[in-house]
């Protein structure tokens, strides 16, 4: 009895982790954007493949394979190599759309990883979330606010493909080109948001202030004069000439705490800040001068 | 309260799908050998048929007369009745006093024909002279690679199951414990590859003079 019940519990586990492998499957094509094996991709919108941007090696004529065989052409419609993702643009909708998850992933949790580097079908692999990390700098100029660690085997091709839960819904994005000798996820949440701004932007802005700065404790009364239990910020220990900081009125011995309303805690947090909206715009910049808080309006400037 | 009942249903479900994977290991033990070839390593085979029938890899028996044990049982000689390089299988039948001998029970062999990518793929063998070592992942792939001689290709599972020499022979199985593939290291040129149970059957069938098994799905 035990045993018919158990097998059929193991049998309803297989079953549902190939109906999850076909879910995820359905919304992973071939890439094949680089002159070694073929890459993965993500359709994460009817016209938009989402993928891992050190497989793209060119900007038009990107063959993509969708999972019925049709082969199509794709165009880099953007590309963010900080975050190590590529949107590429069809030229026709594709039949299906990766749903990502609906909760962030959590230590332990079964996933799989999906790769289509061959026409000849999907690709999976089995593992848990042994990690979940962040912010790391990335080494190619970029901070990746989270990522996810996991032991399901990286074959090759699978970077750009999906890590699923066992819903088929998307947990993460895979690539090996972040750090070396290991795979990482990007989390759905954060690969869908810089997809959008590379789908309608082309790139991800990075801010540029044009200070040299050390994280500095801030005592208890400079707290209570910021109004916020915020126990550190950013000694300004150099001002570059002609910088957006100079033209905004920062100064050496400002103590930065926060920008466009935000608290900023460590070097990490202000590279954070600094991307997005706020470049070219004229943004809040809060600091302690002398003990007592401050805001000046600096325009950000962009990073080439 | 509605919380304890829910982490009651997880501890519960955990423990059956423990005790789910203990009883399908548990059973396939039984139809597991060691093939041992006189060197050093020993290779894994499955009891395929009654009678002694025992499916393994060429490479495990390519060289001198091949010897089974049951895994914590008695020993066999064995006589080679068909061997296939190219696809990487061999067939041994064990030299027993009778027919059929019980303490040689075939393998439940399942239908490789409607594999997913994603379902339980179970293994069975003796990695590293680690003898009935079992270890439990999914399928990765299906596909057909390249293989000299008549068939030009052949069909194999891709496995993401560790799998290490002392493996070879041995059976990937399903997650009712039916046999869909025999592991194998040299075909394929990676690791974790099995030649799916179809293949296996229909090449059983061939050398016993059988009509090729209609096998229950």
């Known amino acids: 009895m035990t045993q018919s019940n158990g097998n059929n519990i193991l049998t309803a586990l297989s079953d549902s982790m190939a109906a999850a492998v076909e879910k995820g499957g359905a919304a992973t094509v071939l890439v094949a954007g680089r002159r070694r094996i073929p890459a993965s991709g993500i359709a994460y919108a009817p016209d938009l493949i989402l993928t891992a941007d050190h497989v793209i090696e060119r900007d038009d004529d990107i063959p993509v394979v969708l999972p019925d065989g049709t082969e199509l052409v794709a165009k880099l419609a953007g590309r963010d190599p900080g975050s190590d993702l590529a949107v590429l643009r069809l030229g026709r909708a594709v039949a299906a759309v990766a749903e990502p998850a609906p909760q962030e992933a959590r230590i332990g949790q079964l996933v799989l990883a999906l790769g289509r580097p061959s026409p000849d079908g999907i690709q999976a692999s089995l593992g848990v979330i042994s990690a979940v990390g962040g912010p790391v700098r990335t080494g190619r100029g970029g901070l990746l606010e989270r990522y996810l660690r996991t032991d399901a085997v990286p074959y090759p091709g699978f970077s750009g493909g999906p890590l699923v839960d066992t819903a088929g819904r998307i947990v993460g994005l895979n690539t090996s080109g972040l750090a070396r000798g290991a795979s990482l996820a990007i989390p759905a949440s954060l690969a869908w948001q810089v997809a959008e701004t590379l789908a309608q932007h082309g790139s991800i802005r990075r801010g540029y202030l044009g200070v040299r700065s050390q994280p500095v404790a801030i005592p208890p009364a400079q707290q209570k004069a910021l109004g916020r239990d915020q126990e550190a910020g950013l000694l300004l220990v150099g001002v570059e000439d002609g910088s957006p900081a100079e033209a905004g009125g920062l100064i050496v011995g400002d103590i930065l705490t926060g920008i466009a309303d935000q608290p900023v805690n460590d070097p990490d947090e202000l590279l954070g800040r600094l991307s997005g909206e706020v470049v070219g715009r004229p943004t809040a910049v809060e600091v302690l001068r002398g003990g007592q808080p401050r805001t000046l309006m600096v325009t950000i400037g962009e990073r080439k | 309260m509605e919380l304890n009942i829910v982490l009651l249903d997880v501890v519960d479900l955990s423990n059956t799908l423990a005790e789910a994977f203990t009883a399908v290991f548990q059973r396939a033990q039984r139809s597991l050998v060691i093939v ?156 974790g590859v099995a030649i799916p149970s179809h293949v296996v059957n229909a090449f059983v069938a061939e050398t016993l003079g059988q009509e090729v098994p209609q096998v229950a799905r």
């Open chain 2, 36 to 191: 041992h070839n006189g060197r050093d390593g020993a290779g894994a085979g499955v009891i395929w048929q009654p009678g002694g029938i025992v499916v393994t890899n060429h490479h495990v028996v390519a060289r001198g007369k091949a010897r089974i044990s049951l895994v914590g049982g008695r020993e066999y000689p064995t006589r080679l009745i068909a061997k296939d390089p190219h696809i990487d299988l061999a067939i041994l039948r064990a030299e027993t006093a009778g027919e059929y001998d019980p303490e040689l029970p075939a393998a439940p062999i399942a239908d490789s024909r409607d594999l997913r990518v994603g379902q339980v793929a179970l293994a069975i063998g003796h990695p590293w002279g680690q003898i009935g070592a079992v270890a439990a992942r999914i399928i990765s792939g299906l596909g057909e690679v390249p293989v000299r001689g008549r068939q030009g290709t052949v069909s194999v599972i891709h496995t993401d199951v560790g799998l290490a020499p002392g493996n070879s022979g041995g059976p990937l199985m399903n997650a009712s414990g039916g046999v869909i593939g025999i592991n194998t290291m040299i075909v394929g040129g990676d690791l």
